[in-house]
C-alpha cells in the first residue's frame, strides 16, 4: 500500500456493527476524508454515488490482495 493510503472499511448499516475486515478498501486521504464526511466538496456527492464508489474500491483492493498472497484462500 502507497504511503499517504489507509485501510477504510465499509459502513453501508446503521446498526453499528464493525464491517468485516474482507470489506476494506485502500483509500488516499483525500477519499478517507470525503467517505467519513470529514471534508465537504461543492457540489455534494449523492450517497449512492459514494457507496457505489466505495464498493468499486473494495473490490479492487480484494484484487491487489489476491495478487499479494493475502487472500489466498477465495477463489477470484
Given at each position: ?24 478498501m485502500y483509500a ?49
Open positions: 500500500m502507497p504511503e499517504n493510503n489507509s485501510v477504510e472499511f465499509m459502513h453501508l448499516n446503521s446498526n453499528g456493527m464493525k464491517p468485516l475486515d474482507i470489506q476494506g488516499c486521504l483525500n477519499c478517507r476524508d470525503i467517505i467519513n464526511n470529514e471534508r465537504k466538496v461543492e457540489p455534494p456527492y449523492e450517497k449512492e454515488w459514494l457507496e457505489l464508489q466505495q464498493l468499486r474500491a473494495v473490490i479492487r483492493t480484494q484484487r491487489i490482495m489476491h495478487r499479494n498472497g493475502l487472500l489466498g484462500c477465495l477463489k477470484l
